[in-house]
C-alpha cells in the first residue's frame, strides 16, 4: 500500500496508518470464512450480550466469558479459564517512597503440551466487567489466531490480535479499557498493564473502530456507549476515511 506523500494529513503516523490498513486485510482474508464482518456482531453492554447474573468471583468471570465467547462465535471452542493469583500491593518504605507492585499481565493465553488451551484473567477484573470483557476478548483472539502460523509469529502480533478483537464486534470494550488505562506514545508502545507493550493506543483503537464501521457498513450503535474521549477520535477518523475512500477502497469486496 503506497503511503500517503509525506505522511502529511494522515490520522496517524504514516507507517502505523498502512499497517492498521495492511492488518485489516489480513484478517478479511484468513478470519472471513470463520467470522464474515457482514454478520459480526457488534458487542454493547446490554442484557441481550450480557444477560445479568447473580454469580461472583470466578463463577461471574465464568459468565462473562461464555458471553463473550458467544458474541465471537467461539461457544463451541475448548478452553479453559483459570483466574490468576491475587496481587499484592507495593509495601511502604518511606513516608514518600514505596515498592511498587510487580504488575502481571491482566490476561494470558496458553496452550499446553497435550493441546489444552487456558486463558488466564487477573481476579481484580471481575469488579470492572467493561476491562474483563476486553480483556477475555483479547485472549480469545489469540485463539483465533493461533491457527494461522504467519500472523503469530507475526512482529506485531499482539497488536493484530487487538484488531481481531475489533473485527469480532468486541472493539467498543477494547477501546473503553484502552482509554482508561492511560496509556501514552504512539501505537507500538501500549499495554494491559506497565509491564506488557505493544497493545493499540486510544487514537489507534478510533481508527480501528471506523475502519471496522466502514467495512461492515455500520458500526451497531457503539457511539452512546464510548467514553466521550474516544468517541471524539473515532468521529474524526470517520470524518477522514470519508475524505479518503481510496483507503478501503482495496478492502472492500468487490
Not at 46 to 58: L, N, Q, S, V, W
Not at 118 to 136: F, Q
Request: aromatic letters at 10%; charged letters at 25%; proline letters at 6%.
Amino acid at each position: 500500500m503506497l503511503k500517503r506523500l509525506f505522511g502529511k494529513g494522515t490520522f496517524l503516523d504514516p507507517d502505523v496508518e498502512d499497517w492498521h490498513l495492511q492488518t485489516w486485510g489480513l484478517l478479511l482474508q484468513r478470519l472471513g470464512a470463520q467470522v464474515s464482518l457482514a454478520e459480526t456482531p457488534v458487542a454493547l453492554p446490554t442484557r441481550e450480550y450480557f444477560p445479568p447474573t447473580e454469580a461472583t468471583g470466578h463463577a461471574r468471570a465464568e459468565h462473562v466469558f461464555a458471553c463473550v465467547k458467544s458474541v465471537m462465535g467461539m461457544e463451541a471452542w475448548p478452553v479453559s479459564l483459570e483466574s490468576q493469583t491475587e496481587r499484592r500491593g507495593g509495601e511502604r518504605i518511606a513516608e514518600f517512597a514505596s515498592t511498587e507492585a510487580v504488575d502481571a499481565p491482566a490476561g494470558t493465553f496458553r496452550i499446553e503440551a497435550d493441546g489444552r488451551v487456558v486463558i488466564t484473567y487477573s481476579p481484580e477484573l471481575v469488579d470492572r466487567p467493561g476491562d474483563l470483557v476486553a480483556t477475555l476478548a483479547h485472549e480469545l483472539a489469540h485463539y483465533l489466531l493461533a491457527s494461522h502460523e504467519e500472523l503469530v509469529e507475526d512482529e506485531t502480533h499482539e497488536l493484530m490480535t487487538d484488531l481481531a478483537v475489533a473485527y469480532a464486534g468486541l472493539g467498543l470494550f477494547g477501546a473503553n479499557a484502552a482509554f482508561s488505562f492511560g496509556q501514552h506514545g504512539d501505537a507500538f508502545s501500549q499495554g494491559w498493564s506497565s509491564q506488557s507493550s505493544g497493545y493499540l493506543s486510544p487514537r489507534s483503537w478510533a481508527f480501528a473502530l471506523a475502519v471496522f464501521a466502514r467495512l461492515r457498513g455500520d458500526d451497531g450503535g457503539i457511539e452512546p456507549y464510548l467514553k466521550p474521549e474516544i468517541a471524539s477520535l473515532r468521529r474524526d477518523a470517520l470524518r477522514y476515511l470519508d475524505k479518503h475512500p481510496d483507503l478501503l477502497a482495496t478492502l472492500r469486496p468487490a
